[in-house]
């Protein structure tokens, strides 16, 4: 008998390429928010492949406007005038809530994030980098470094120097019962005292994402983001705000997730979901900020023509079809839908996130992570039709995070499923 794909699969790559399911899933096509596999079924998908699928799959725009520039030229790169490229910056330039905004195109959201350090060591004359903990950007030499999840990071010997600061993250932070405001102080306090004691005082920049991806979609409370941002005003600090997983309006405000706490960073990264899937990343930054480095630099694809007009035609599609609204509607009834679950299942320990970006943290009876029963959901609500992705530092956070396209009754159809795999496994 031959081989079946995944014995090639293993055979060929590297042990710690994991997929999920004991039995991996090849998807082979997808419509809207459906994928159908290697196994001939047919998914809904909310997950987006990692939150990269945008705005759905074969949406005939983003082909059409594919179909048009690979016939007339792939690439030119940087050295010549890319109007797809001046055109998509242009778009984001105007979107991004930075002051004085320059942008800069590479091809994922690890180049995104190396770019901002780039710019911040070189402004600041600092290597020294505050990331929060959970945190999650990249497999780059640098955003490795800066990643706060062991399980992500241990191999990076990094010339940078990390301290990692507070997420907001209550469910498990030992001021997580205060009221708000004075959770919020507990983290400010503790924020100062760490510059005070753990870094020089001049610093590259801090950089967090306003809801944590890989680690389990923490979302701090309103305010947050604001004190922290007070706190580093004080000493100069640059904010960078990852938003390869949270831009574009998938929280189901504006473009940036960091726009649901008011402030305006000195430089955002995104990547992802912008190109529905295609290569790409950036960064949009203040012009001082970007103009900070001396030398020379180039990604020979980053801001290839492809991926423009890929970008452009996600950001037409979601300005056209309103779909931050849908997202915040499509998202509350999502929200409501888990809570409601939350209230039967032992199982939940708590519901979170924003719009189209919602985690589930299961837990074992005194707030155990409930590792191997995460598999156990993701496999059965496989088993039923539906593809929902995991994070957090211990695994145990169903990802729920559809395409921006995702309608009301396929939200109540993906929730029918997780009840029935959750109150499966919780038995
Ligand atoms: N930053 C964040 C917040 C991410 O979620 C990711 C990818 N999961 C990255 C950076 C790195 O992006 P990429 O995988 O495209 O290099």
């Known amino acids: 008998m031959r081989d079946s794909l995944h014995d090639r699969h293993r055979?060929?790559?590297p042990d710690w390429l994991t997929t999920y399911y004991d039995e991996p899933l090849e998807l082979v096509s997808g419509s809207g928010r459906h994928v159908t596999?290697?196994?001939?079924r047919t998914y809904l998908d909310f997950f987006g492949g990692l939150l990269a699928t945008m705005i759905g799959h074969d949406i005939p725009e983003i082909t059409e406007a594919l179909r048009r520039q690979a016939g007339r030229l792939l690439h030119s790169s940087t050295l010549y005038l890319i109007r797809s490229q001046v055109e998509l910056a242009e778009k984001i330039a105007a979107r991004a809530p930075v002051d004085d905004p320059r942008v800069f195109f590479v091809n994922s959201g690890s180049e995104a994030v190396e770019t901002?350090?780039?710019l911040t060591t070189a402004a600041q004359?600092?290597?020294?980098?505050?990331?929060?903990r959970g945190s999650y950007h990249g497999r780059s030499f640098g955003t490795v470094a800066a990643t706060?999840?062991?399980?992500?990071s241990a191999t990076s010997l990094s010339p940078l120097q990390i301290t990692y600061a507070h997420n907001g993250y209550r469910y498990r932070?030992?001021?997580g019962h205060l009221p708000d405001a004075e959770f919020i102080a507990a983290c400010r306090d503790e924020l100062r005292t760490m510059i005070e004691t753990a870094t020089s005082g001049s610093i590259a920049c801090y950089i967090a994402e306003p809801i944590q991806g890989a680690g389990g979609f923490a979302t701090p409370p309103d305010g947050f983001f604001l004190a922290m941002k007070e706190v580093l005003d004080d000493y100069d600090v640059p904010f960078v705000s990852d938003e390869v997983q949270s831009g574009w309006g998938r929280t189901g405000r504006s473009y940036f997730g960091i726009e649901h706490y008011g402030i305006r960073p000195q430089a955002i990264t995104f990547a992802k979901g912008l190109a529905n899937g295609l290569s790409i990343g950036g960064v949009v930054a203040e012009s001082g900020l970007m103009n900070s480095l001396s030398a020379n630099s180039i990604s020979t694809a980053g801001g290839n023509p492809m991926a423009m007009v890929a970008g452009t035609a996600v950001l037409d599609f979601i300005d056209s079809h309103d779909l931050q609204t849908n997202a915040a509607e499509v998202g509350r009834i999502l929200l409501t839908g888990l809570r409601e679950i939350a209230e039967r299942c032992p199982l939940i320990g708590e519901v979170r996130g924003a719009g189209l970006m919602l985690g589930v943290e299961l837990v074992e009876p005194g707030?155990?992570?409930?590792?191997?029963r995460t598999n156990a959901v993701l496999a059965e609500c496989r088993s039923r039709g539906l593809l929902v992705g995991k994070g957090g530092l211990h695994g145990n956070v169903l990802r729920v995070t559809p395409p921006m396209t995702v309608t009301a009754e396929e939200a109540r159809r993906a929730l029918a499923i997780l009840d029935d795999?959750?109150?499966i496994v919780a038995t």
Request: net charge positive; hydrophobic share 50%.
């Open 148 to 152: 706060g999840i062991r399980g992500w």
């Open 421 to 423: 795999a959750l109150t």
């Open 37 to 40: 596999g290697g196994d001939g």
């Open 116 to 118: 901002a350090f780039l």
């Open 367 to 372: 707030k155990i992570p409930a590792v191997s």
């Open 173 to 175: 932070s030992p001021f």
């Open 11 to 13: 055979a060929v790559m």
């Open 125 to 132: 004359r600092s290597n020294q980098v505050i990331a929060l």
